[in-house]
């Protein structure tokens, strides 16, 4: 069983600089390969004769040519570059099976991500070793034994994470479960969710606990000048919020889920709320509960059709239609197409 535990990293000043550096390759090999990818698509529809791209192959262009062409490559671990000409290819994959969307070219400030194999890093107690960089300071020790497999390394709002993969031979260890029976989960608006029990759960309403700090340093961000230091400092401040209120939801559902799959042994969500994030924790929390709690979803109900990504991959703005997860929905009588796609509940392919 394969879990994974996202630790943040406490650099020194050198080895992040080292970590921006090797993100900076990675997201230049990404973005090399992509290019390539298209260009030599474009030469095998002309001329037959010609080999249609792939990512081995890409992976050996770029061995052959980085030590000439792009020498700064070799300042940083060489799984950088090849793990993300390799996860080129799985979005390739992901793309020609209907599951995501072609891929994009990668942006500094947004991916800074770099991921490295079993065979060049190991965890010490609070210590990650990573090729190049030396140990790196770690604020936890990683809480699962087993093999590693693999580590990605991130950078969000100014902080550097690595989220560990472990490949555990056993079962974690779990406490205590009690068996309440079935429990019926309903996400609402005014309150996170409801079970059928007559129970409710408050969200932390994160967003609107710090509103009135973020219009603040939104507006503090729109006075600064483009390119100054001061602007860099407060666009900073304001993506830690946004973080913050990231992590406060996140921990929400995080213990939410953690609750019901330990006190009720069958859980049945909506078939619609596939996407949240409340079911793919609960699917996440049944799996690591070793099959001792069930997850069901009822039948799609008759109104409710079937939305095949094949037809609009490309254009459609729904988070609905994007993840294919759940229903189209169908336009109420009265009610304009273009109002409903101003909502973004449905791209134009999707309304029936």
Excluded at 28 to 55: G, H, I, M, V
């Amino acid at each position: 069983m394969q879990l994974a535990h996202r630790i943040r990293l406490d650099p020194n000043n050198v080895q992040a600089t080292g970590l921006s550096k090797a993100a900076g390759v990675a997201r230049f090999a990404y973005n090399w390969a992509l290019a390539q990818w298209q260009r030599q698509y474009d030469l095998s529809k002309t001329d037959a004769a010609l080999p249609k791209p792939s990512e081995a192959a890409l992976r050996r262009q770029l061995n052959a040519i980085k030590r000439s062409t792009f020498p700064w490559m070799l300042e940083v671990t060489k799984n950088a570059p090849q793990m993300a000409i390799i996860q080129l290819g799985r979005a390739f994959e992901n793309f020609f099976k209907w599951i995501s969307r072609y891929p994009t070219f990668r942006r500094k400030g947004r991916d800074d991500r770099f991921t490295i194999t079993n065979d060049q890093f190991y965890v010490e107690k609070k210590r990650i070793r990573i090729p190049k960089l030396g140990r790196v300071r770690m604020r936890e020790s990683l809480r699962y034994a087993g093999h590693l497999v693999s580590a990605t390394v991130s950078r969000h709002a100014g902080h550097w994470y690595a989220s560990i993969t472990v490949d555990t031979p056993d079962d974690p260890p779990l406490p205590q479960a009690e068996n309440q029976g079935v429990a019926g989960v309903d996400l609402g608006i005014t309150a996170l969710a409801t079970l059928s029990n007559g129970e409710k759960v408050v969200g932390p309403n994160a967003l609107k606990t710090l509103l009135n700090k973020m219009r603040r340093l939104a507006r503090s961000l729109s006075r600064k000048v483009k390119g100054s230091q001061n602007r860099d400092k407060a666009k900073m401040k304001l993506a830690k919020l946004h973080a913050k209120i990231a992590d406060m939801r996140r921990d929400c559902l995080h213990k939410l889920t953690k609750d019901i799959t330990r006190r009720f042994h069958t859980i049945v969500i909506e078939d619609l709320v596939r996407i949240a994030g409340i079911a793919l924790r609960l699917q996440a929390q049944v799996a690591a509960q070793a099959r001792r709690t069930r997850l069901e979803t009822p039948a799609t109900p008759a109104h409710l059709q079937d939305c095949s990504p094949r037809w609009h991959a490309d254009r459609c703005r729904s988070l609905v239609c994007e993840q294919r997860a759940v229903f189209k929905l169908r336009i109420q009588a009265g009610v304009a197409r273009s109002g409903i796609e101003a909502m973004g509940l449905l791209c134009f392919r999707c309304a029936p």
